[in-house]
């Protein structure tokens, strides 16, 4: 009996362990796309942007707006422009990966399409960020990524 | 990791095999454990730690039971208390905090835990073990690996069939591999594949279409519902038939899990042939220790009522999926006592009990029962026109789609199967098609986006 409430005791205690480091994550804010999209605009650097669809998404990454539960993506209308915005959230974690594949293979197409002789093109793209934590999931495309990755951030985890 | 997933089939799925076949004996099983580990840390690699700390739990606890037989109500009670705790405050926590908040007004943290993916299915697994370990419906299991790998087995992780260990026990001792059963399997996983892929996906794009525009009208609703329908039949019993066949590639027969569930005549028969593993889980582990129906009439009730309700809550942390389980509660409950004992034509059944659960799947695909009352009314025309854009594009895009997947809803092409499978050329027939069929898929999965399986999230 003693052997029995000795096991339980110990199961009960590992138990409470892994709760514990499972809850003690700090959770990251639930932020709508709307929010993303005002915060972003309230930027100066966001001037000259434009927002983009669905169709964009798909043609440009081939991600389905429906599989996701929102999206935000800006870019300039002029199509030497590199500049990008994109936040993704995902439905679960399980998308935020092959989001981040689809947004490097997209920097990858884009790197190769101006090698050569889009030098300043080159210059953004070198310098692009992704950011990649719970269901969301970004590409910054940008002169100051920095600045716009910080938003993100503050937003999803302030 | 996901079945209809490029890294899984040409990497994953070869490597596993080649482990699996060449390695003697006993580390056959090993092999197959650690890489069903690997399958499911794939995506969040930290929720490995929960599904080891079930088999330790489980095993440990099983171990106890049996070399302590005066104790063994005990540690029953204790290890079906911590195996539930687990899939409560893992799957559950959000739901009461978000609950309580809203209730009191107060604003109490909701963790930052999302749901470990197969939890649902995995608990069930080792909760049948530890239950019938109980009963003494078979001998402790001493052999951590082969416990291990019941657990683990990534053919039915992650959304099932949920395997009863009194089901598998003599398998796991000596798993049937031969060549037969290996091209019984891949022709079943091929199968399963296609309908995920070829059917499930595409019908699920014309419902995610008509999802977004939120039922314009009476047409919209009813086509969003159909395709709903369709894609969660071809979506999860296309996964079940993926997971026998790769059960039956390694050496294990798995439990169906389908059996044309929308030929049936009444809903109780409908529950008979839809998801038949949580079914016969459910009767077997609450229903039939509740007394089934072999108690008065209000007990009766009270049976169907509580083990609809967890099969509800089973589904998803969301008053939906409650009110969805109720809903079946009480169409049970008057299909027994009441539409049994009318004589309604086959066909007549058959279409109103496939209304019916119709209207069961607008609760479980709405977010909320508000969205949820709105395509109802969007159904029947209340402030809704009979047509609009969204829903005629539908039906002029996908209406030949839908017709076809209806079609194969029905259990004709098994038929078809079996008579032309009789003779050698047939059989090369369906080689054929088959062949053909996968690089179908293939070309499908290269060009498509992520599409995870519906039943994951539970």
Redesign the interface.
């Known amino acids: 009996m003693k052997k029995i409430i000795l096991y339980e005791v110990a199961f009960t205690l590992v138990l409470a362990g892994i709760l514990v480091l499972f809850l003690s994550k700090k959770p990251l804010n639930n932020v709508m796309s709307e929010t993303f999209r005002q915060s972003f605009l309230e930027e100066e650097s966001a001037e000259g942007m434009e927002a983009w669809d669905g169709l964009r998404l798909r043609r440009d990454f081939a991600l389905e707006e429906a599989d996701y539960e929102g999206f935000v993506l800006y870019g300039e209308p002029d199509t030497m422009s590199v500049r990008i915005f994109l936040v993704l959230k995902c439905r679960n974690e399980e998308q935020t990966k092959p989001a981040v594949q689809a947004f490097e293979r997209y920097l990858d197409r884009q790197k190769e399409a101006f090698e050569g002789y889009g030098a300043s093109q080159m210059k953004l793209l070198e310098k692009a960020q992704i950011y990649e934590k719970g269901v969301y999931a970004a590409l910054v495309i940008a002169d100051d990524p920095e600045e716009w990755i910080r938003l993100i951030t503050e937003l999803t985890e302030g | 990791m996901v079945f209809s997933s490029l890294t899984f089939l040409l990497f994953f799925l070869p490597l596993t095999f080649l482990l699996y076949f060449l390695l003697p004996g006993k580390l056959k099983l090993l092999s197959l454990t650690v890489m069903s580990l690997i399958f499911y840390a794939w ?2 690699p ?1 929720y490995v ?2 599904m080891i ?1 079930s088999i ?2 489980n095993y ?2 099983g171990r ?1 039971m049996a070399s ?1 037989a ?2 063994k109500k ?2 029953l009670i ?1 290890t079906v208390v ?1 195996n539930l ?2 899939l409560a ?2 799957k559950y926590t959000g739901f009461f905090i978000e609950n309580i908040n809203g209730f009191f007004g107060w604003r109490l ?6 749901l470990p ?1 197969g939890i649902s299915f995995y608990t069930f697994q080792a909760l049948s073990y530890i239950i019938d370990l109980y009963r003494e419906k078979f001998p402790v299991q001493k052999d951590l690996v082969r416990f291990a790998c019941y657990i683990t087995m990534f053919p039915q992780l992650i959304a099932g069939p949920i395997v009863r260990y009194e089901d598998i026990e003599r398998q796991l001792a000596r798993p049937k591999v031969s060549m037969v059963n290996f091209g019984k399997g891949t022709m079943r996983f091929i199968l399963g594949l296609a309908k995920k892929v070829l059917i499930a996906n595409y019908i699920g ?1 014309m419902f ?2 008509l ?2 525009q939120a039922a314009g009208s009476v047409l919209s609703a009813w086509l969003m519902t159909l395709a709903f329908a369709v894609q969660i039949y071809f979506d999860f019993s296309g996964y079940s038939d993926m997971a026998i066949g790769l059960g039956e590639m390694l050496g294990f027969e798995f439990m169906e899990n389908f059996n044309y569930p929308y030929i049936s005549a009444s809903v109780t028969e409908f529950w008979r042939r839809w998801h038949i593993s949580l079914g016969t889980w459910f009767r077997e582990y609450v229903y039939i220790p509740m007394g089934g129906n072999r108690v008065s009439i209000l007990k009766h009730i009270r049976n169907i009522l509580v083990v609809w309700l967890l099969t509800g809550f089973w589904h998803g942390a969301g008053w939906n999926f409650i009110f969805w389980g109720l809903f079946y509660a009480v169409l049970l409950i008057l299909d027994k006592y009441v539409v049994s004992r009318w004589k309604l034509p086959k066909g007549l059944a058959v279409l109103a009990t496939f209304i019916l659960v119709l209207l069961g799947w607008v609760l479980f695909y709405s977010d909320t029962l508000g969205s949820a009352f709105s395509v109802y009314g969007s159904m029947i025309g209340i402030r809704t026109p009979l047509s609009d854009q969204a829903g005629l594009y539908a039906l002029s895009t996908y209406g030949l789609p839908l017709v076809l997947s209806l079609f194969f809803c029905l259990p004709v092409m098994k038929v078809l199967k079996g008579t032309i499978e009789k003779s050698v050329p047939g059989r090369v027939v369906i080689y054929i098609v088959m062949t053909g069929l996968f690089i179908l898929t293939l070309a499908a999965l290269i060009t498509e ?4 399986f519906l039943y ?2 539970f």
């Not at chain 2, 943290?109 to 999302?114: D, F, L, N």
């Open positions: 995506g969040e930290i730690l929960l700390y330790s739990l440990g606890m106890l302590h005066e104790a005990q540690v204790f911590i705790l687990m405050v893992f943290r909701v963790p930052a835990i999302s993916i794009a995610d279409m999802h977004g986006s992520y599409n995870p994951f999230r």
